[in-house]
């Protein structure tokens, strides 16, 4: 029993020694000008953080590409260690070797972080390696001069036509999952859609809340302003297995995209910017939205939508012709005097026909008042 207390006395002076010692370098230390911040990586939840949280980000970010186990850190609470902890997490999609558990104890005024890791220093830079180029060979031939809607639109088109969804995949839940594997839930592939947009000065945000299960999506800021986009979602698929792009959640506001989608609270996201205009939203930018037009924007008629649609789905291959409607009143007059009819059908086949498609089926949504047509 003597040996046994000796023995815990003995390890508390050690820690107690070792912490004294990490803070004195703490206190001197900043992160190494060495280190640099891997591309595709945000810094938007650093900027919601308290100076004090902000400091511990700033000593923790280099720990995890060096694989360092121990941190010291000032004195942090548990809230505000958790706080940093989400922020760093949602700002590094290229993270996936660190566990997701953690333990920390507060000693002598400091707070000492443990992590443990999946890789080592060496396998960690030949990942990001491998990460690199893998996002040079998935979109390196979008241009990047393009307008950041563009860019946006094109990856999104791009992860929804070659990126399977795949409760199954090795790495589902993973970046690697959907750039290397190009199978992954939506995690990884929101993951996907941050990194690549970040990599490209668009500032892209992880979400992570629920549908009718578990589920993550990004927000996309695009001349200064946030909007809402579920990359995973934009894979439509049909009963038959045919596959499509759908754009009812590219860039949307917050009053559609909250019907289906809501966010966890701050316990596991960082706080989360207002997503309310619809400036750059899929269906405004490219034509496709009908409208009865106000003082900013012009009226656009169903037939002008359709045709818009159908230049869309030329240039990018689609496989559908999809429009919107501005607000539920009017979606609810055009569905019954020319959508029901069948007037707009006939109209939607003229145009798929001249491009050597046919029209499958059509689909309405409610929630986001998106008409669909489906082509082969």
């Known amino acids: 029993m003597k040996q046994r207390r000796f023995l815990c006395i003995l390890c508390c002076f050690w820690l ?3 912490l004294l010692a990490g803070c004195t370098l703490a206190e001197k230390e900043k992160p190494s000008d060495s280190f640099r911040l891997p591309a595709g990586c945000s810094e938007y939840g650093r900027r919601q953080l308290s100076d004090s949280e902000a400091q511990a980000y700033d000593q923790i970010l280099p720990a995890l590409f060096e694989g360092k186990t121990t941190v010291f850190l000032p004195q942090l609470g548990e809230e505000n260690l958790r706080r940093v902890m989400v922020a760093l997490f949602a700002d590094l ?3 996936s070797w660190v566990e997701n558990e953690y333990s920390f104890a507060s000693l002598a005024g400091r707070t000492v972080l443990w992590l443990s890791y999946e890789l080592d220093q060496e396998e960690i830079a030949e990942h990001l390696i491998e990460l690199d180029q893998a996002a040079e060979d998935f979109a390196g031939d979008i241009d990047p001069s393009l307008p950041a809607f563009d860019q946006a639109h094109l990856i999104y088109d ?5 990126v399977a969804y795949d409760l199954d995949a090795p790495r589902t839940n993973e970046l690697a999952g959907a750039l290397l594997d190009r199978r992954a839930t939506c995690k990884g592939i929101a993951q996907a859609y ?4 970040e990599r490209r000065g668009i500032e ?9 299960q578990p589920h993550a999506w990004n927000i996309v800021r695009l001349e200064g302003v946030y909007y809402l986009a579920d990359p995973t979602w934009g894979n439509g698929q049909v009963a038959d297995g045919l596959r499509y792009v759908n754009h009812e959640y590219l860039l949307q506001d917050e ?3 909250s019907a289906t989608h809501t966010p966890f609270d701050e316990g596991e996201n960082y706080p989360l910017p207002e997503c309310f205009s ?3 939203n899929y269906f405004v930018r490219t034509g496709t939205l009908v409208s009865e037009g106000d003082g900013e924007q012009a009226a656009c008629t169903l037939e002008e939508a359709l045709t818009s649609a159908a230049r869309q789905n030329a240039a990018h291959g689609g496989k559908t012709l999809q429009i919107a409607f501005a607000d539920p009143t009017l979606a609810s007059h055009l569905m019954e005097t020319r959508i029901q009819t069948g007037d707009a059908d006939q109209l939607a086949r003229d145009l798929a026909e001249r491009q050597g498609y046919r029209v499958l089926g059509r689909t309405y949504s409610e929630t986001t008042q998106t008409l669909s047509y489906l082509l082969e």
């Open 255 to 257: 009053e559609r995209f």
């Open 158 to 162: 791009r992860l929804a036509e070659e």
């Open 204 to 212: 892209a945000l992880m979400v992570y809340g629920e549908t009718s």
């Open 194 to 197: 941050q990194y690549l947009l």
């Open 278 to 280: 619809r400036a750059q």
């Open 93 to 95: 999609p290229v993270v």
């Open 16 to 18: 107690l020694a070792a």
